[in-house]
């Protein structure tokens, strides 16, 4: 899988993510190196940075505290909630499966556009033998 993504592709996506592709270069590298197994650029043509870098800012939107608390996360995913002295945690998703996907506007997104890429599948016909009697 290629990497066709880079780190400017996902801090355009948001002021938030540019500061935080600025401060982390190491913490991106890695989630960029992630989305490049995700979204291969071989079945995603053109569209394979644009993946990487939705996927790459889910999975950052998704992980990083500093981002999650801000108000254009869009979401993310709930881990504990408490009302009064009554509280209840939840094991966050470690992948990315379509519910997680969309507990993030990047991830929203990333799910729109591989809906897209999965229909440019390719037919294989196949022609049935029979046994003979």
Do not use: C
Not at 41 to 57: V, Y
Request: aromatic letters at 6%.
């Amino acid at each position: 899988m290629a990497l066709v993504a880079t780190t400017d592709d996902v801090a355009a996506l948001s002021a938030e993510l540019a500061a935080f592709a600025t401060a982390n270069p190491a913490i991106m590298t890695t989630v960029l190196g992630i989305a490049a197994r995700v979204v291969g650029s071989e079945r995603w043509g053109d569209d394979a940075a644009t993946g990487q870098a939705l996927f790459a800012a889910h999975v950052l939107y998704s992980t990083q505290p500093e981002l999650a608390g801000s108000s254009a996360a869009g979401g993310g995913p709930i881990a504990s909630m408490s009302l009064g002295p009554a509280s209840v945690s939840y094991a966050a998703a470690a992948v990315a499966s379509d519910s997680e996907l969309s507990t993030t506007r990047w991830g929203q997104l990333y799910a729109l556009l591989r809906s897209k890429i999965r229909g440019r599948g390719v037919a294989i016909l196949a022609r049935r033998h029979r046994r003979p009697r």
